[in-house]
């Protein structure tokens, strides 16, 4: 396997003190072993793998899910858990220049269409990840951003159908959204959840409609004659089709065709011990909306239904003991920076995991186009509670050969174009990442 970041970062190290896998225990599941025939193989079991495979046990496929951990161990037990618009990091006038307009409006219709598909994922599975937060917030840090927000909101109504509601600065610490913060927009469309929970709903509702999910079963090598052969280091695995679901933490070579589609890069965050009713009447913060601010290097944050603050933040192109520990002290940084009452608490629960993102900054889901019969969906570019949920609906009628029922935007169909710099392509965004940790994002 050729694997962008070293290996610590596919290690237990990164993840070692999460906080999200001390909210449920982990179900037993088996290793694969022997030999094994199904119609779909799909590896990995994260939102995209554990949705397809949910999707395509309902619909009658023997289908086998290979997780080289466990399920959720990836970015889907690890992200901040914001089921909202996204998947894209292009611009509105990127995705015009680069697919024009109807395919930009279609694609932002995608993203509501998201959230609402995961939303019914939940209710229809009877799963229970905590779930709060009407809507999205998002905070202008300078009062050029809060300007925008004018044009913003109207985008978002056009685009969304839904009507945003504007917060000015000067009524937002009676919303208990206190801070150096100068506005803010909240978009009715979103919740937030327990992704580790959420993940785990997934797979109970997969291994319930029939699908069967292997942990501590990392694929080794795939293989294409007539149909698809895997390797695992106990079992070998003979497929009619196959999904690839390793998003962010996938291998250049599992299969080739991946190789430079993607750059991992980390994102980042700490929760902290559960916080007293004075703590936060100090702070003046007691919103339990989801919320993040403007910067490039955004900050994510949510007060949890336990008083539990969960901060994020993107950034980290490096990966070792050392480097996760000075992010922890920069996050913490940042953190106290934003919310200077809270200086005192301490946060126990620090982490880190990978993101993808593809050339385009959009999100792909569809055929692996040198292997008829294969599909993966990858690149939701730090949003993929909700768009990889989703994605994983569309490969599972894909790998089916059925039109998918739900709306397949022609920006999703389009693959990824290949990185330059090959295995050295993280070293592209240093520039950016360097210019924007030094003019505070």
Known sequence: MTCVFPAHTYGEGPR??????????????????????????VIGAGFTGLSAALHLAEAGQDVRVFEAETPA???????????????????????????GEPARREYRQSEAEAV?????????????????SDGETVLAHTPKAAAGFAERA????????V?????????????GMKGPFYAALTTPLGVALNPFKYTLGLADAARRAGARIYAHSRVTS????????????????????LIVATNGYSSDD???????????????????????EDELAAQGWTTRQMCYDDRFFLHYFRLMPDNRMLFGMRGGLFSSPGFDARMHRTIRRHFEAMFPAWAHVETPYSWNGLLSLAPDLT?????????????????????GVAMASYAGGILADLAMDRTPRTLYPEIMRKPPRKWPLGRFRRAMLWPPYALATLTGG
């Open 163 to 175: 009507t945003p509601r504007f917060i000015p600065g000067s009524e937002l610490t009676q919303m």
């Open 116 to 132: 609402r598909f995961t939303r019914a994922l939940i209710d229809a599975h009877g799963i229970v990840p905590d779930i709060h």
């Open 222 to 241: 795939i293989s294409q004659t007539r149909g698809f052969t895997l390797a695992t280091p106990q079992a070998r695995i003979t497929a009619r089709r």
């Open 154 to 161: 109207a985008r978002i109504k056009a685009d969304y159908g």
């Open 254 to 276: 599992l299969p080739g065709w991946m190789r430079a589609r993607y750059i991992p890069t980390q994102s980042n965050a700490i929760v902290t011990r559960p916080l007293t």
């Open 363 to 383: 999100p792909y889901a569809g055929p692996i186009p040198d292997m008829p019969g294969a599909f993966t969906g990858l690149s939701y570019h730090g949003n």
């Open 16 to 41: 070692a003190h999460g906080y999200w896998q001390t909210t449920a225990e982990m179900p037993d599941f088996p290793r694969a072993e022997g030999e094994i025939t199904c119609d779909v193989a």
């Open 73 to 99: 161990w990836g970015a889907s037990g690890r992200n901040g858990g914001f089921c909202c618009l996204g998947g894209s990091a292009a611009s509105d006038t990127m995705l015009r220049k680069m697919h």
